[in-house]
């Protein structure tokens, strides 16, 4: 099951991190996403531990709509694989060339090699469904880092 977990870029700060937790956009197509609040056990002076309500801060973040991308449900050693991350993987098999490929929902998941051109010299395009390396993935792959971040990758 895929989680509904969002990222994008805050449009309110010089260095535009991410921020993470569920999207909204509102009539005129402005993004915002609404970080998590969260129930936790937390120890309270003089009564002991209790559930609180944890805010992290900022309910609502307004984004960068072009930045905005979706948790697809897979890992690599890094983490959290979200659209439009960087991944690269075959270092399990020793495989030449190591694949590099940019993860788009499409609306599958779909691994889109850079480096990789299939016999009319187009991206290689893998599909999570019938993805041969979908077992080990999570432990072969790493997560180069995304096309808003480092572009050159995709060269």
């Given at each position: 099951m895929i989680t509904n977990k969002f990222r994008g870029k805050r449009a309110d700060t010089e260095n535009h991190e991410f921020v993470y937790g569920s999207l909204f956009i509102d009539k005129s197509g402005d993004c915002y996403i609404i970080k998590p609040i969260y129930w936790k056990r937390k120890y309270i002076a003089g009564i002991g531990k209790k559930w609180c309500l944890i805010d992290d801060g900022e309910e609502i973040?307004?984004?960068?709509?072009?930045?905005?991308?979706?948790?697809?449900g897979i890992y690599t050693k890094d983490g959290e694989v979200y659209e439009d991350d960087i991944v690269e993987w075959g270092h399990k098999y020793n495989e030449n060339p190591i694949r590099i490929a940019v993860v788009k929902l499409n609306p599958d998941i779909q691994l889109v090699c850079t480096n990789l051109k299939n016999l009319y010299g187009m991206p290689s395009v893998f599909r999570w469904g019938s993805f041969a390396y979908s077992e080990f993935f999570h432990e072969d792959a790493r997560t180069l880092g995304n096309k808003h971040?480092?572009?050159?990758l995709l060269k």
């Open positions: 973040v307004r984004v960068i709509p072009d930045t905005v991308g979706k948790f697809v971040d480092n572009p050159e």
